[in-house]
C-alpha cells in the first residue's frame, strides 16, 4: 500500500503539463507590451511622416504662390494633403504656423517657415482618462523655404 501512495504522491507533484502554461503566460506577459510598443511607434513614425511632408510642402508651395493670402491658402492644402495622407484628421490651418524673415513676407531674398505640429494620441486610452491626463505625444517639424531673390513683387 505504501508504495502504491508513493506512486501517486510522485506523480501528483510532478511538472507535467504546467510547461505549456508557463509558456502561455510568459507569452502573453511579453507579447502584449511589445504590440502595444510596436503600433505606438508606428504611430509615431507616420506622425513624423506626415509633420515633415506637410512642412516642407506648406513653405515650397507658399514662397511660389504670388501673393501672401493665395501662399497662406495653398500652404494650409498642402498641410491637410499630407496630413490625411498619414491618416491625421487635425485641422490643418490650426497645425500650420507660417512665419517670415521680411516685413513683407514674399520679399526677395527673405526666408519663409512653415512649422507643422501634431498632437499622437497613445493608442487604445479611453476618452476619459485622456480628459484627466494628456496623454499623446507632441510631433513637430519646421522647414524653411527661401523666396526667390529675382522674385518680382506684385505689392
Known amino acids: 500500500m505504501r508504495g502504491w501512495w508513493a506512486a ?15 509558456f502561455l503566460g510568459l507569452s502573453l506577459v ?20 506626415a509633420t515633415e511632408g506637410a512642412a516642407r510642402e506648406a513653405a515650397r508651395t507658399y514662397v511660389a504662390a504670388d501673393g501672401a493670402e493665395e501662399g497662406a491658402e495653398r500652404a494650409v492644402a498642402a498641410v491637410g494633403i499630407a496630413l490625411r495622407d498619414q491618416g491625421f484628421h487635425d485641422d490643418p490651418s490650426t ?29 487604445f486610452v479611453p476618452g476619459f482618462v485622456r480628459d484627466v491626463i494628456p496623454l499623446e505625444v507632441p ?17
Open 8 to 22: 501517486r504522491r510522485a506523480r501528483l507533484d510532478g511538472d507535467d503539463g504546467s510547461s505549456v502554461i508557463e
Open 30 to 49: 511579453l507579447l502584449i507590451p511589445l504590440v502595444y510598443l510596436v503600433l505606438t511607434l508606428g504611430r509615431l513614425e507616420a506622425a513624423t511622416f
Open 95 to 123: 497645425a500650420l504656423t507660417l512665419t517670415c524673415s521680411a516685413v513683407p513676407c514674399l520679399a526677395p531674398g527673405s526666408d519663409v517657415s512653415a512649422r507643422v505640429e501634431v498632437r499622437v494620441p497613445l493608442p
Open 139 to 155: 510631433v513637430s517639424v519646421e522647414r524653411v523655404a527661401p523666396v526667390d531673390t529675382y522674385r518680382t513683387t506684385d505689392g
